[in-house]
């Protein structure tokens, strides 16, 4: 990878060391932005973004703005707050890295939205009935329409349907998909399967059963 640059966009320098070490594993390089002047920066290949403070709707405005430089992909990084609720746009090429996560993943991430990665191979799509889940990109399409979930949401449709015909408590689900120190009740999952529902339709839907006393069980 040569001659490319990263905009590294946040609004405090809590992780300039941490992207800036992209220089030296990439040879890239690295510059620095804030989320209120974006206009600022001069051409890049790909946009980090650190979503400490920052809105979902300022993300998808950011996510557009990218569409409009020529589809620039956005490299995500969430922590403990705003992962519960972090969303990112369907359409956009995004991802997302947990705040704890050490350089190598970074830089995995980072060549894999620039291009400089292997595509992702078959073990990396799921498919069931009219969905699609791109294990890769974190996308989940129906009839090749994207579905507009939210991170915690392909989070748990994900590890349900990359576990079928198995039930999990909801204690248990708690722990794999939100972490375990996560302090919310159970109902958090109740809430999220009903979204899930409710945004695959029907047919999916009908995969996520209900197992009376203890959970939730997706059938394949």
């Known amino acids: 990878m040569a001659e490319k640059c990263i905009l590294f966009m946040a609004r405090t320098t809590r992780f300039h060391e941490f992207v800036r070490t992209l220089t030296q594993s990439l040879g890239v390089e690295v510059s620095l932005a804030t989320p209120d002047s974006p206009n600022a920066a001069h051409d890049f290949d790909l946009l980090v973004l650190d979503a400490d403070g920052i809105r979902n709707d300022r993300i998808d405005q950011m996510a557009k703005w990218l569409e409009d430089r020529g589809g ?23 991802d997302f890295i947990y705040s704890s996560a050490n350089s190598t993943e970074l830089e995995v991430r980072a060549r894999r939205l620039m291009g400089d990665d292997d595509s992702f191979g078959v073990d990396d799509i799921l498919h069931i009935d009219n969905l699609v889940i791109n294990l890769a990109t974190y996308q989940v399409y129906l009839d090749d329409s994207p579905v507009d979930l939210t991170l915690m949401e392909y989070s748990l449709l994900s590890f349900l349907a990359t576990h079928p015909n198995r039930a999990y408590s909801r204690e248990t689900l708690l722990h794999r998909v939100w972490g375990f120190e996560y302090c919310g009740g159970t109902r958090t999952v109740d809430v999220h399967i009903r979204r899930i529902r409710s945004k695959v339709g029907p047919q999916i839907a009908a995969h996520i059963t209900t197992v009376r006393g203890v959970g939730y069980l997706f059938k394949d």
């Open 72 to 94: 620039i992909p956005m490299l995500v990084i969430a922590d403990d707050e705003t992962l519960p609720s972090l969303w990112l746009p369907a359409h956009a090429r995004c």
